[in-house]
């Protein structure tokens, strides 16, 4: 059974599962739960996922980034985020990919094929850059 846990990181609330690898949010823009698998079908809607472990300060740093990102007022398109636990033994695959190069984010859009990768240091300007640009 899920045991809940509440906590405050950068004045925003979110739960935490403590056997749980996903982080689970709600869109600040159009309320979608973020832990579907599946790709938005709104072209202009983007999917941020992080890649990430406890104990990893560069981690909680790109947390803070995101959160910036996903209250700029700049954006201008749908906004899906996730956060993966890479550590958690069903996320085996992440581990194997990421373990070395947390944290990671993975900015994907329905008609992209391959997601756009962030790695290590995040920069909000450039995420935000990446996330308003028409993609076709």
Same mark, same amino acid.
């Given at each position: 059974?899920?045991?809940?846990?509440?906590?405050?990181?950068?004045?925003?609330?979110?739960?935490?599962?403590?056997?749980?690898?996903? $982080?689970?949010?709600?869109? @600040?823009?159009?309320?979608? %739960?973020? !832990?579907?698998?599946?790709?938005?079908?709104?072209?202009? =809607?983007?999917?941020?996922?992080?890649?990430?472990?406890?104990?990893?300060?560069?981690?909680?740093?790109?947390?803070?980034?995101?959160?910036?990102?996903?209250?700029?007022?700049? $954006?201008?398109?749908?906004? @899906?985020?996730?956060?993966? %636990?890479? !550590?958690?033994?069903?996320?085996?695959?992440?581990?194997? =990919?990421?373990?070395?190069?947390?944290?990671?984010?993975?900015?994907?859009?329905?008609?992209?094929?391959?997601?756009?990768?962030?790695?290590?240091?995040?920069?909000?300007?450039?995420?935000?850059?990446?996330? @308003?640009?028409?993609?076709?």
């Amino acid at each position: 059974m899920l045991r809940n846990q509440l906590f405050t990181l950068n004045n925003t609330s979110r739960r935490l599962f403590s056997s749980s690898s996903i $982080l689970r949010t709600r869109s @600040n823009i159009n309320n979608i %739960d973020t !832990t579907q698998q599946s790709k938005p079908k709104p072209t202009e =809607a983007v999917w941020l996922t992080l890649y990430a472990k406890q104990g990893c300060s560069l981690c909680d740093k790109a947390k803070v980034v995101l959160d910036s990102v996903r209250v700029n007022p700049s $954006l201008n398109k749908t906004l @899906n985020y996730q956060y993966v %636990d890479i !550590t958690d033994p069903q996320n085996n695959q992440w581990w194997d =990919a990421y373990c070395f190069d947390v944290p990671v984010v993975h900015l994907d859009r329905y008609n992209q094929k391959q997601p756009v990768k962030f790695m290590h240091y995040l920069n909000e300007e450039k995420i935000v850059e990446e996330i @308003n640009k028409d993609f076709e």
